[in-house]
């Protein structure tokens, strides 16, 4: 029986709102609506929300829900992620959004949002006998160990492109002494993780939206490679060479550049310069040649869960 879902991510970055009807695990999208609120803008280092992020905060949840009671809705499910894990502040943000729209915001670890990417990225892409998922946010980012059948290994580690650009880009382009700053902090930060993948050895790295869509639309408009790399809706495959290149220039490049270019939406002109380090670290640190986007991450991956839990 079909059930209709409105699942809400609420990141660092970006909050997200997506409905749907799931049935037999097959997602049909309704509506998908985005707000770049920026939710660790001016406070996400101090452990706080800024009163400016705050009030987006607050408005985008009254819009998202006066677009949730346009529909007939069976289950609402909204997480809150990295930003108001950490914040002094959260607590409060959450009941006052449960006053405002009647949101019941529940605050994930994140160990369970690896789980549920893990959900959502496998409905989307061929995850092979050993694949690495990588989802990149504004607060934390999510690295899962696994194949097609299990999660091998999840952990989710303090180093989102907010964080990464409030304590590091501070000059356009970014200085390269604080590029080798932010080198060494992903090197002390991630160490764990080089060690656990040189266990599990993975074979392809899988970029769960986010910054990795802007490297898949940088790369085919560059490239001319759409045609040949988005196999099917809901994922894309890179040529690592391309995809090198797009990084590489994205490192280097002045905020102008980044404006200028409407591949770029507004909310990563800035973070995409170190969430291109982190994806560069990577890829060289791990050694790994095969490079996949997954449209579906978190929300999509609620969406399942709830439609077989309910």
């Given at each position: ?22 049935e ?23 452990g ?42 959260g ?42 998922i ?37 000059s ?46 940088l ?28 990084i ?21 002109t ?7 380090t ?29 439609a077989?839990?309910?």
């Open positions: 029986m079909s059930k209709s879902i409105a699942a809400l991510d609420l990141g660092t970055n970006t909050f997200h709102l997506l409905i749907a009807s799931v037999n695990g097959k997602i049909q999208k309704v509506v998908e609506e985005q707000r770049h609120v920026k939710l660790g803008e001016g406070g996400i280092n101090k706080m929300i800024a009163e400016p992020a705050y009030k987006r905060g607050i408005e985008a949840l009254r819009e998202f829900k006066s677009i949730i009671d346009q529909h007939a809705i069976d289950i609402i499910r909204a997480n809150g992620t990295a930003a108001l894990r950490t914040a002094s502040n607590a409060e943000f959450i009941a006052e959004v449960k006053k405002e729209t009647g949101i019941e915001i529940q605050v994930i670890a994140g160990d369970r949002e690896a789980e549920l990417i893990y959900k959502g990225v496998g409905a989307a892409v061929d995850l092979e006998d050993s694949s690495l990588m989802d990149i946010g504004g607060g934390s980012v999510e690295f899962i160990f696994c194949s097609k059948a299990e999660i091998f290994w999840k952990k989710s580690y303090p180093v989102g492109a907010a964080k990464l650009m409030d304590a590091f880009h501070h356009d382009p970014i200085a390269e002494k604080d590029l080798q700053k932010l080198l060494l902090h992903l090197e002390e930060q991630l160490q764990e993780l080089k060690e656990v993948a040189s266990i599990f050895q993975p074979s392809k790295l899988v970029g769960s939206a986010g910054a990795f869509e802007t490297f898949a639309a790369e085919s408009d560059r490239f001319g490679t759409a045609e040949e790399n988005f196999r099917r809706k809901g994922s894309y495959r890179f040529e690592l060479g391309q995809l090198n290149a797009v590489r220039d994205l490192i280097i490049s002045t905020h102008d550049n980044r404006a200028g270019n409407s591949l770029i939406i507004p909310v990563r800035d973070m995409i310069v170190v969430a291109s982190l994806t560069q670290f990577i890829l060289e640190k791990l050694k790994i040649s095969k490079v996949e986007m997954s449209d579906f991450s978190l929300k999509e991956g609620l969406l399942i869960e709830a077989q839990s309910n």
